[in-house]
């Protein structure tokens, strides 16, 4: 593990001896001594008796959860037309101690009636705002917004 800092200076938190097949260690924030709000970096080997074996791919995770669900999706009516529709969140209070990456906003296809990406911006923790274009007059239409952080997406609860 890499102290949660910059994808160096690994140390081993969990030595394992003996001839199991599977092992497992669970990491924990009080027990190896991590700290809410971090990006951790792993590597795993093995070791037998002709040596160590490479290290694994390194896997990243950030302690915490994934973001709390937007609870406040609504439309600007002032800034619709015909054939558009502006929308407005808030970031969600209590991210859990990690930052919000950014956000995905999902519109319900007409035609598959299936849920699409219509705004990836899960790398701009700004954007608070979208206006989507080339819908039909009168039609109807249904928006969720989740907020993205290293965990992953927020439930859609609320929006």
Same mark, same amino acid.
């Given at each position: 593990?890499?102290?949660? @800092?910059?994808?160096?200076?690994?140390? *081993?938190?969990?030595?394992?001896?003996?001839?199991?097949?599977? &092992? =497992?260690?669970? @990491?924990?924030? #009080?027990?190896?001594?991590?700290?809410?709000?971090? +990006?951790?970096? +792993?590597? +795993?080997?093995?070791?037998? %008796?002709?040596?160590?074996?490479?290290?694994?791919?390194?896997?990243?995770?950030?302690?915490? *959860?994934?973001?709390? *669900?937007?609870?406040? &999706? %609504?439309?600007?009516?002032?800034?619709?037309?015909? =054939?558009?529709?502006?929308?407005?969140?808030?970031?969600?209070?209590? =991210?859990?101690?990690?930052?919000?990456?950014?956000?995905?906003?999902?519109?319900? #296809?007409?035609?598959?009636?299936?849920?699409?990406?219509?705004?990836? *911006?899960?790398?701009?923790?700004?954007? &608070?705002?979208?206006?989507?274009?080339?819908? @039909?007059?009168?039609?109807?239409? =249904? +928006?969720? @917004?989740? %907020?993205?952080?290293?965990?992953?997406?927020?439930?859609?609860?609320?929006?």
């Amino acid at each position: 593990m890499d102290q949660g @800092v910059s994808n160096s200076d690994f140390s *081993a938190i969990v030595t394992y001896t003996g001839t199991n097949l599977v &092992l =497992t260690h669970s @990491v924990a924030a #009080d027990a190896d001594g991590l700290t809410r709000g971090l +990006f951790y970096s +792993f590597k +795993f080997r093995t070791k037998n %008796a002709v040596g160590y074996s490479e290290f694994s791919s390194i896997l990243r995770i950030g302690l915490g *959860a994934a973001p709390p *669900a937007i609870t406040t &999706l %609504a439309s600007d009516l002032e800034n619709c037309g015909s =054939t558009y529709v502006a929308m407005t969140w808030i970031e969600p209070a209590g =991210t859990l101690h990690l930052p919000v990456l950014g956000y995905v906003v999902q519109m319900i #296809d007409p035609i598959s009636d299936e849920w699409v990406d219509i705004l990836d *911006a899960s790398t701009d923790p700004d954007k &608070l705002s979208h206006t989507e274009f080339g819908l @039909v007059n009168e039609a109807i239409y =249904t +928006f969720r @917004v989740f %907020a993205v952080n290293f965990n992953g997406r927020s439930t859609n609860i609320g929006n």
